[in-house]
């Protein structure tokens, strides 16, 4: 699929793998929506690369569905790219003290990393569908972003495991659901990956995940991430799969 002229939504396109990948497919030709609330660093970004900025909260079918309506004003939209984080809980399933892991963290857990990345795959996929279909009938594609976490989840990871292992249970359903549509699903399963959202923390977990990756010795760098979305967009025989990217790394318990 050709991206150039196609408009396209990132949300969560604020944070490191989403930056990465507005800079990317605005590069590629496409009218890149920035979906996020992160609301300066939104409109800084847009202000930068004269795209658009809206203020979306992934979870809320109002919110997401107004930046869908405005990618969809700029053109046909046929590229939808979730990268979107949030609050997630952890700890042991049963504690020290004996007692159970809190249940409302594990709802807001899920809320957000996979009941969120839902109703964004839901309402992209809506739209798409309403576009004229291209060669070989397709309208576009779903990109969402799981963890190599739903694999390996490590203790503690108990409910964010769960959640991005739905994200990956979710992807060959929906390529099926949308096959007669012409819309394709993908997910993109990151090991770990350096961002901003570290903080300050980052190069304390650099040093750490460096000696655990096989090859390359290093933590992952938001522009691999998009290299790998803008590869799967434009590759149009990828789709129901996850693709893991990782350096091979594998989680260990701890």
Not at 40 to 48: F, I, M, P, S, V
Not at 54 to 68: K, L, P
Not at 158 to 174: C, D, I, N, S, W
Not at 191 to 214: C, I, M
């Amino acid at each position: 699929m050709d991206i150039s002229g196609s408009s396209a939504i990132v949300v969560g396109g604020t944070g490191g793998l989403g930056e990465a990948t507005v800079r990317r497919l605005h590069a590629a030709g496409a009218k890149v929506v920035v979906a996020d609330v992160a609301d300066d660093k939104g409109k800084e970004l847009a202000a930068e690369l004269g795209i658009r900025y809206v203020h979306t909260d992934a979870t809320s079918e109002e919110s997401v569905q107004a930046a869908i309506d405005e990618a969809q004003s700029l053109g046909p939209l046929r590229i939808s790219v979730d990268t979107h984080g949030g609050p997630a809980s952890g700890g042991r399933l049963v504690g020290k003290d004996g007692s159970p892991l809190a249940l409302d963290g594990f709802r807001t857990t899920i809320e957000f990393y996979l009941t969120a990345v839902f109703n964004v795959l839901r309402l992209s996929a809506a739209a798409i569908a309403k576009q004229e279909p291209l060669d070989e009938g397709s309208r576009g594609v779903i990109v969402n972003t799981a963890s190599i976490a739903a694999y390996e989840g490590q203790i503690g990871q108990l409910p964010y495991a769960a959640a991005k292992g739905g994200v990956v249970g979710m992807t060959l359903v929906a390529a099926r659901d949308l096959s007669p549509l012409g819309i394709r699903v993908v997910t993109i399963a990151p090991g770990t990956f350096n961002t901003p959202a570290y903080g300050k923390a980052a190069d304390r977990l650099e040093a750490h995940w460096s000696t655990q990756v096989p090859h390359p010795k290093r933590m992952g760098q938001s522009p691999e991430y998009a290299q790998l979305a803008q590869s799967i967009i434009e590759n149009d025989y990828l789709n129901g799969e996850v693709i893991r990217l990782d350096g091979a790394l594998r989680f260990p318990p701890k």
